[in-house]
């Protein structure tokens, strides 16, 4: 049984992460089969049908839209924890987490238009004191 090649859009600021954080340049690869997912099927054909999203390229074994949509928000969410854990240890060294989440950003070479500091932040504020999983701070 082989692995199909199947486009799937991301948000650019993602795109940008995947390339300079993950180093991502040919595929994705799905190295595990994906468990089923129970998505809206009404917000899975909007997230093929948006504007403005980079396709990036998975290989894996039956893609179809519920499960590249579950990879990508699965990639959000794994996006969010390393910013998250970026700006946690920053603020443990006394940097503002505003200030160290726009190095974040900066250093993912993602642009304002992609992805707002004050959304980014909204995010940290919203996260609370969550604790990062494989982090322990004393």
Not at 27 to 35: D, G, K, N, S, V
Not at 71 to 82: A, E, G
Not at 92 to 98: D, H, T
Not at 105 to 129: F, H, M, N, P, V
Request: glycine letters at 6%; aromatic letters at 10%; charged letters at 25%.
């Amino acid at each position: 049984m082989s692995k199909t090649k199947s486009k799937m859009p991301v948000e650019a600021y993602i795109y940008k992460w995947l390339v300079n954080r993950l180093g991502y340049r040919e595929h994705l690869e799905l190295t595990a089969r994906m468990p089923p997912v129970k998505h809206r099927p009404s917000a899975v054909y909007e997230h093929f049908k948006a504007e403005g999203m980079k396709e990036i390229t998975v290989l894996g074994y039956y893609p179809n839209r519920f499960k590249l949509y579950s990879l990508h928000q699965n990639l959000v969410s794994l996006f969010n924890q390393d910013m998250m854990a970026y700006t946690q240890n920053a603020v443990r060294l006394g940097l503002p987490a505003k200030t160290s989440i726009e190095d974040f950003l900066r250093s993912c070479k993602i642009d304002e238009q992609e992805l707002a500091i004050g959304t980014a932040y909204k995010r940290w504020q919203r996260q609370g004191k969550q604790e990062i999983p494989g982090l322990r701070i004393n």
